[in-house]
């Protein structure tokens, strides 16, 4: 089984809906983040979480929300989702508290493609 | 604004040759670098990490990190067909264990 999850793996939605897409590890690590990646523009962070209490907004968080409810377990909503907004979300998570590599090597979900109409 | 800088490519190499992926990275202090490799429509799979000076082997693969320059290379040595990807350089942000991604290099081997 992955290690990393995200559910659904594709998704059409149209302008003004709500979404959400969730996250799952059995990794056991204590981070987590939320990425969005364009064509030509690379990974770019949404949110991230260092454990259930604590949540940081990355380089572009507006438009969306997110929420840990568990140490496994890391959602992203998109309040009122646009059209620019299309892209592919993907969650990765760190372990800051192992010994084996760095502690900002980070594992990715598969992925999820969201299209807003 | 911390930047991390790649050749978009395509690089384009033949099949048993060496592909050369180079990045460049605007912040000094960072101390932790890393490769990923990404297929297309799939998510990034990590290769190698370097955060010392020199080079850095594992098995086809060869990170090189000078950090006077602020450069990171990654050699692939005898490139084959499934090596064709986009290559994500990643460096090290602040102290929160964030990473700074590059946009990507894609190669593309040729048999």
């Known amino acids: 089984d992955a290690d990393v999850t995200q559910t659904p793996r594709n998704r059409i939605t149209k302008t003004g809906k709500r979404i959400m897409l969730e996250c799952s590890q059995t990794k056991g690590h204590d981070r987590m983040y939320w990425y969005r990646q364009d064509p030509g523009l690379g990974l770019r962070l949404i949110y991230y979480s260092f454990d259930v209490k604590d949540i940081n907004k990355g380089e572009i968080s507006d438009g969306y929300s997110v929420s840990r409810q568990a140490q496994a377990k890391f959602s992203l909503s998109l309040e009122s989702a646009i059209p620019n907004q299309t892209a592919l979300y993907f969650c990765a998570t760190s372990d800051s508290t192992g010994t084996g590599d760095p502690k900002e090597t980070q594992y990715f979900g598969p992925g999820t493609r969201l299209l807003v109409l | 604004q911390k930047e991390v800088e790649q050749n978009s490519g395509p690089l384009s190499v033949p099949e048993g040759a060496i592909a050369s992926l180079n990045c460049t990275y605007s912040d000094r202090v960072s101390q932790s670098f890393f490769w990923y490799r990404q297929y297309s429509g799939k998510s990034p799979e990590l290769i190698m990490s370097i955060y010392s000076n020199g080079d850095k082997e594992d098995g086809r693969f060869t990170a090189q990190l000078n950090k006077a320059s602020q450069y990171v290379s990654l050699l692939i040595r005898d490139s084959q067909p499934s090596d064709s990807a986009t290559y994500l350089c990643?460096?090290?942000?602040?102290?929160?264990?964030?990473?700074?991604w590059g946009a990507g290099t894609k190669l593309i081997i040729k048999p």
């Open positions: 990643a460096v090290e942000g602040d102290s929160n264990y964030q990473l700074i």
